[in-house]
């Protein structure tokens, strides 16, 4: 019989491979902005005039703007530290995401919260100040802020410029309100701070209802990717996930997370403990999750959680 353990607990690395390829990607696109579409040209236009013409966000009203700039604009910097930023956050929350979700998971909330901030700023932004073309990570990175801090809420995190470690959902809800404040009064200069409103109520909206409404699902479906993530997070705690449905083979992410070994043949224990006196075996537990997968986490009773929250911790 074949088993599949995470290394290091939950699979965590310090590069996972989303978050790795992203910040590749907006390194050599910038490498790309500042030494070669800043410098060439085509005729008498340089580079830079085209490139931003076709792959910021531009707003609607000046007619320039395409449907792949929802994606575009979202890899593109206006200078070193705008790139540098951005990238350390990203890599700073964004890592236990994707060990946790996995990537196809991390990737699929990543760009669809750099999308909902490019709505915030193509139709709510406007109503506030002048509509300018739009670059950056921020809003898809807002989006992963979000989700780290109502994933982790109690976890305490540094906030600039204060540097005083503060809750994580504390911190995510006063950045957000500051990028609100910003936002409507007019105050915003060269940064959307309606974006970054927008990334934020993105991910919040895809962390509690993503799941539910069955948009990873489909995005596995449609990219071919496996159904379920042996992963799942209740409560704040993480447990392993029994299938809804028999597979041939194990699910597997992709190196480094996961490897897979033979297991000898030997006859299964019976139980994986005693709770309140009762001995929970694997009928117990198949039971529970069978249980959430049909009415949700908030139909277990006390006990049933705390059977959870006890086998997360021997897992």
Request: avoid cysteine; aromatic fraction near 20%.
């Amino acid at each position: 019989m074949k088993k599949i353990i995470a290394k290091n607990g939950f699979g965590f690395t310090l590069f996972p491979p989303v978050i790795k390829s992203l910040i590749l990607i907006n390194a050599i696109i910038f490498f790309l902005d500042v030494f070669f579409f800043g410098i060439y040209r085509i005729g008498d236009v340089p580079l830079i005039y085209y490139f931003a013409k076709y792959f910021y966000l531009q707003p609607i009203e000046s007619g320039n703007f395409y449907i792949w700039q929802l994606i575009t604009y979202q890899f593109i910097h206006g200078g070193v530290w705008h790139l540098f930023f951005n990238l350390f956050a990203l890599w700073m929350f964004g890592v236990e995401l994707e060990s946790i979700w996995g990537s196809r998971k991390f990737l699929t909330f990543y760009l669809l919260s750099g999308i909902g901030a490019a709505l915030f700023q193509l139709f709510v932004a406007p109503l506030f100040s002048e509509p300018l073309p739009t670059i950056g990570a921020s809003g898809a990175i807002f989006g992963v802020l979000a989700a780290y801090g109502f994933t982790f809420p109690d976890r305490p995190v540094f906030m600039f410029p204060i540097f005083i470690p503060i809750p994580a959902k504390f911190f995510v809800i006063l950045y957000a309100g500051l990028a609100f404040l910003l936002g409507i009064t007019g105050s915003a200069g060269n940064v959307a701070h309606i974006a970054h409103l927008g990334g934020a109520v993105t991910g919040f909206l895809l962390l509690k209802f993503g799941d539910k409404i069955g948009i990873y699902r489909l995005v596995n479906r449609l990219t071919g990717g496996s159904a379920y993530h042996p992963y799942e997070t209740y409560g704040g705690e993480y447990f392993v996930r029994k299938p809804r449905y028999r597979q041939r083979e194990p699910f597997i992410e992709e190196p480094p997370y996961y490897e897979i070994y033979d297991e000898p043949s030997k006859k299964q224990p019976k139980s994986y403990f005693t709770f309140e006196g009762e001995e929970i075996t694997q009928e117990i537990v198949d039971r529970i999750l069978d249980k959430i997968a049909e009415r949700g986490y908030q139909s277990l009773t006390e006990k049933e959680k705390r059977i959870l929250l006890e086998l997360s911790k021997k897992l």
